[in-house]
Nanobody
Framework: QVQLVESGGGLVQAGGSLRLSCAGSGNSFMLNTMGWYRQAPGKQRELVATITRGGTTNYGDSVKGRFTISRDNGKNTVYLQMNSLKPEDTAVYSC???????????WGRGTQVTVSS
């Protein structure tokens, strides 16, 4: 069974920084790709960033150059460093994990990020 626990959300002023963490438990195969998605009120969930165990990253267009995803495979933990935050980054950020080629995926409960102008 995979469990994902997020931490690090909060309130920050525009231009500030936050760091999110997501600790995964379970079979490391099931945690092959980990990442973050976000959903703002009234909007569809969108990709923020993902990273594989091998370190391959993928970013949503709106965060490229501002956010950095990384992971510690030994701890099954993924991090999201968010810099130059904008009010439009305000959303619930959810951790996601999925094994390769199965169609399965797992979600954390989400953490709120609010950026004030």
């Amino acid at each position: 069974q995979v469990q994902l626990v997020e931490s690090g959300g909060g309130l920050v002023q525009a231009g500030g920084s936050l760091r999110l963490s997501c600790a995964g438990s379970g079979n490391s195969f099931m945690l092959n790709t980990m990442g973050w998605y976000r959903q703002a009120p009234g909007k569809q969930r969108e990709l923020v960033a993902t990273i594989t165990r091998g370190g391959t990253t993928n970013y949503g267009d709106s965060v490229k150059g501002r956010f950095t995803i990384s992971r510690d495979n030994g701890k099954n933990t993924v991090y999201l460093q968010m810099n130059s935050l904008k009010p439009e980054d305000t959303a619930v950020y959810s951790c996601n994990a999925r094994p390769p080629s199965t169609g399965l995926q797992y979600w954390g409960r989400g953490t709120q990020v609010t950026v004030s102008s």
